[in-house]
Nanobody, 128 residues
Framework: QVQLVESGGGLVQAGGSLRLSCVAS????????MGWFCQGPGKEREFVAG????????YYGESVKGRFTISRDNAKNTVYLQMNSLKPEDTAIYYC?????????????????????WGQGTQVTVSS
């Protein structure tokens, strides 16, 4: 059992920045991966970024490359999503997800069904 709690969402003007946090607790280990997804109004959930607890593998969705940065703090069991140059189309609920099943070395899961636990989401609204 893993619990995930997101925070840091809010209302921001286009071009602004937000930093989302996801704190993981419960049964965790150094082998699992973490990801961020977003779901806008009337849209499907989309992959934003992913990271493993160990190693150096990162993966970003095409729409956020160069603007968003995923990072981790293993000691705090926390993953962050730094969101810069925000656009109105970034408006969505952002979800943190965790995979506890093993994967091949350095693989970053990018599909919903590749993750095992989800947070409740945090709302990000970008005004024009």
């Amino acid at each position: 059992q893993v619990q995930l709690v997101e925070s840091g969402g809010g209302l921001v003007q286009a071009g602004g920045s937000l930093r989302l946090s996801c704190v993981a607790s419960g049964r965790t280990n150094s082998s699992y991966a973490m990801g961020w997804f977003c779901q806008g109004p009337g849209k499907e959930r989309e992959f934003v970024a992913g990271i493993r607890w160990s190693g150096y593998s990162l993966y970003y969705g095409e729409s956020v490359k160069g603007r968003f940065t995923i990072s981790r703090d293993n000691a705090k069991n926390t993953v962050y999503l730094q969101m810069n140059s925000l656009k109105p189309e970034d408006t969505a609920i952002y979800y943190c997800a965790a995979r506890i099943r093993t994967t091949r070395w350095n693989y970053i899961p990018r599909r919903e069904d590749e993750y095992d636990y989800w947070g409740q989401g945090t709302q990000v609204t970008v005004s024009s």
